[in-house]
T-cell receptor, first 117, second 113 residues
Framework: DTAVSQTPKYLVTQMGNDKSIKCEQN?????MYWYKQDSKKFLKIMFS???????INETVPNRFSPKSPDKAHLNLHINSLELGDSAVYFC????????????????FGNGTRLTVT | DAKTTQPNSMESNEEEPVHLPCNHS???????IHWYRQLPSQGPEYVIH???SNVNNRMASLAIAEDRKSSTLILHRATLRDAAVYYC??????????????FGKGTLLTVNP
């Protein structure tokens, strides 16, 4: 059973388009994340949601809008795609942000490779 | 975020132990030392974490210096499947959003057959 699943695995699109990436976790976790890994392989956190509430937003452009319909899903919608958005996007989840959960491991999906042409 | 310093790359032979070092001289008392690895074309994977004492699990061992300013991830018998980028990360348990994982450059481990 896949713990954190993302769709699609690959996404090729043109500049200016709007696209979405979906993420689902079946671990019963309260907290979900989006990370971006650029061409230089740096992994940077973008957003974090806890129980459908945004708790981390790392100065990501407004064109990126995460949406959490329930705590098992965190989707990423990107408007007006730019060349610089090309990257691998990873979704992750962890049990929660409470004191007893702050060391709990994050579980990552296998990524969505976005290519903007 | 407290920073960590790791070698860019290391090489090992299959079946031999591997010691991956990490320096974190500015570690604070609420920081735990976490290790993740990223296999090719996959998402990061949790390996191990610790605070002060050495830790062992089925994947690896973590040796933490007495002053906590450095640590070493030990793979007891490297396999080809262990070839990955290994990240040493300090994760705070203090308030706010300090629990978040902040990845550095990591160490690219190559395992030779």
């Amino acid at each position: 059973d896949t713990a954190v699943s993302q769709t699609p695995k690959y996404l090729v699109t043109q500049m200016g388009n709007d696209k979405s990436i979906k993420c689902e976790q079946n671990l019963g976790h309260d907290t979900m994340y989006w990370y971006k890994q650029d061409s230089k392989k740096f992994l940077k956190i973008m957003f974090s949601y806890n129980n459908k509430e945004l708790i981390i937003n790392e100065t990501v452009p407004n064109r990126f809008s995460p949406k959490s319909p329930d705590k098992a899903h965190l989707n990423l919608h990107i408007n007006s795609l730019e060349l610089g958005d090309s990257a691998v996007y990873f979704c992750a989840s962890s049990p929660g942000t409470g004191l007893g959960s702050r060391n709990s491991p994050l579980h990552f999906g296998n990524g969505t490779r976005l290519t903007v042409t | 975020d407290a920073k960590t310093t790791q070698p860019n790359s290391m090489e090992s032979n299959e079946e031999e132990p591997v010691h991956l070092p990490c320096n974190h001289s500015t570690i604070s008392g609420t920081d735990y030392i976490h290790w993740y690895r990223q296999l090719p074309s996959q998402g990061p994977e949790y390996v191990i974490h610790g605070l002060t004492s050495n830790v062992n699990n089925r994947m690896a061992s973590l040796a933490i210096a007495e002053d906590r300013k450095s640590s070493t991830l030990i793979l007891h018998r490297a396999t080809l499947r262990d070839a990955a980028v290994y990240y040493c990360i300090l994760r705070s348990t203090s308030g706010g959003s300090n629990y978040k994982l902040t990845f550095g450059k990591g160490t690219l481990l190559t395992v030779n057959p």
